[in-house]
């Protein structure tokens, strides 16, 4: 396997890896398309071309993006048909990030796929894990989803929550670390 396979596969990564550079490369040239998007007005059309160049994935002529957007990597999200995504979010997306048809993303909203070692010697590599937001799903202002987490279709993440675990379907979660409050 190549290093962006062990990365979405979950191994930890050294900066120090024979192959870490080809993902540098990718960083460094997601960090000029960002550039691009984000520091001068694009009509909504020219968004979704450069969201495509991107993620170099077709993008459906319903998704809608308010830019400033931020991520490290880029070729790891995928969106549905009718998703929007509001101002100021991150996407840090080398474990992958699939945000299915009509979900809504609130301002500053954080969708982190990759953790540091926990092991002070190895604190630098870096561990993927994919983030799956489901049909329908509404991410409110401000909350952070981590590593590893699904969350079930129409479910409500609350503003400022931190959800750390999997969500079911048809509920509202809220809190640190995010609980189911209610059923929809």
Not at 133 to 141: E, P
Request: with cysteine; charged share 25%; glycine share 6%.
């Amino acid at each position: 396997m190549n290093i962006f396979d062990r990365d979405r596969a979950g191994e930890a990564i050294s900066i120090h890896d024979p192959e870490f550079y080809k993902i540098n490369a990718v960083i460094n040239e997601t960090q000029k398309l960002l550039a691009e998007l984000n520091h001068v007005y694009h009509e909504p059309e020219e968004v979704r071309r450069l969201f495509a160049k991107l993620t170099q994935k077709e993008i459906d002529a319903s998704f809608e993006l308010l830019p400033p957007f931020y991520t490290d990597f880029g070729r790891n999200i995928t969106v549905g048909k009718d998703v929007f995504i509001n101002q100021n979010c991150t996407f840090m997306d080398r474990g992958e990030i699939t945000l299915e048809d009509k979900v809504l993303i609130a301002p500053r909203v954080n969708l982190i796929t990759i953790n540091h070692s926990i092991s002070p010697k190895n604190r630098r590599d870096t561990e993927s894990k994919p983030i799956y937001i489901c049909k329908n799903v509404w991410i409110g202002a401000g909350a952070t989803v981590t590593p590893g987490v699904t969350i079930g279709e129409n479910s409500i993440i609350a503003a400022g929550a931190v959800v750390t675990k999997d969500i079911p379907p048809n509920v509202i979660a809220a809190g640190v670390p995010a609980k189911v409050i209610k059923k929809i």
